[in-house]
């Protein structure tokens, strides 16, 4: 884990909720979100296991920026990912994954990556924030229009999407008595990496069936500005 120190403002003078956490941030909709963010002036916490992806991003933001490398599928990186959440005034869970095909041709490692990234990691992070993050801040879930699907071949990721957002619909009640808020993002198909690395042959496609990364999160971002509990995002809602 490498971190570069925010600079801290002592208690009286530090702005509640300043810093926002995201991540899957090394990439697609994740470093979209890091982008906006910074353009609002946020200063970042950007999670991600790239080490790498992760320097090269914050060293292009205006903003004081902590790279934290970290896989949200170990237990001790994600405990360090909760350990910082103090600080934070906007956690977005980002992170996702999974392997495109049948649950039979998978094995039990891929199965159970999927089921602690998709489902654990947003669970526990929520959690989390919910414990320590002060009044007026918030939590961004990402989800996706696959959320509940019936295709065999996205059944832990579709399943875990649904689980996110029922989830996230109970810890909305919660968190309101903190006056914390929670807003799902549901984006569809979104012109990433997410489907080559999922093994998913998606490039016969046509442009009209893709959406930023930017869309997506300018969407999200307005969605949670209003107050919304969720907001769907489709291709061909982009402006222009």
């Known amino acids: 884990m490498t971190i ?3 600079p801290v403002a002592p208690p009286s003078v530090r702005p509640v909720g300043s810093a926002a956490l995201v991540t899957g941030a090394s990439s697609g909709i994740g470093a ?9 002036g946020r200063p970042l916490v950007l999670v991600a296991r790239s080490r790498r992806a992760l320097h090269r991003l914050a060293a292009t933001l205006p903003v004081p920026v902590r790279v934290l490398v970290a896989d949200l599928t170990v237990p001790d990186d994600l405990a360090r990912v909760e350990e910082v959440l ?6 977005v869970n980002n992170a996702g994954a999974t392997r495109f095909g049948g649950l039979h041709g998978q094995t039990p490692a891929e199965l159970e990556a999927s089921v602690l990234l998709n489902v654990l990691a947003p669970t526990r992070l929520t959690a989390a924030a919910l414990r ?3 009044p007026g801040s918030g939590i961004l879930n990402v989800s996706s229009t696959a959320a509940g699907r019936d ?8 399943a875990g999407k649904a689980y996110l957002e029922s989830f996230s ?3 909305r009640r919660e968190a309101a008595e903190r006056r914390i808020r929670v807003t799902v993002v549901r984006p569809g198909r979104t012109r990433t990496a997410f489907h080559e690395r999922a093994g998913e042959d ?5 442009a009209s069936r893709w959406q930023s990364p930017a869309a997506v999160v300018h969407a999200a971002l307005a969605a949670y500005d209003r107050g919304e509990d969720e ?3 489709l291709p061909g809602s982009e402006p222009g």
């Open 4 to 6: 570069t120190p925010l």
């Open 32 to 40: 979209a979100f890091a982008r906006e963010l910074a353009a609002r």
């Open 86 to 91: 103090g600080g934070v005034g906007l956690l």
């Open 132 to 134: 320590v993050m002060a």
């Open 151 to 158: 295709d065999p071949a996205l059944a832990t990721y579709a």
């Open 169 to 171: 619909r109970a810890a």
């Open 202 to 206: 998606s490039g016969h496609l046509p």
């Open 231 to 233: 907001v769907t995002v």
